[in-house]
């Protein structure tokens, strides 16, 4: 089952979540996701890059901040 929703940053931790469906889901270090880049989904972990630096990164080499009201897509929370 696939579910669609948002990126959120509360209390120090990211979420994925979805208030129309009722869900939320932690999002953290070597979780995957896929996230609406452009014009496709593409699958990206999140990573560490220092002193509470997070970034996401592509199979591909491609990384990004994560930003809030990103659109997500997990397989299951």
Known sequence: MELIG??????????VSNEREGWVCPFGVGDTVDVWVGDEWLAMTMHSGGYRGRYLRAVDGRW????L?????VGCC
């Open 6 to 15: 948002v990126l959120d940053f509360c209390d120090g931790v990211y979420w």
């Open 64 to 67: 990004l901040r994560p930003a």
């Open 69 to 73: 009201c990103m659109q997500v897509r």
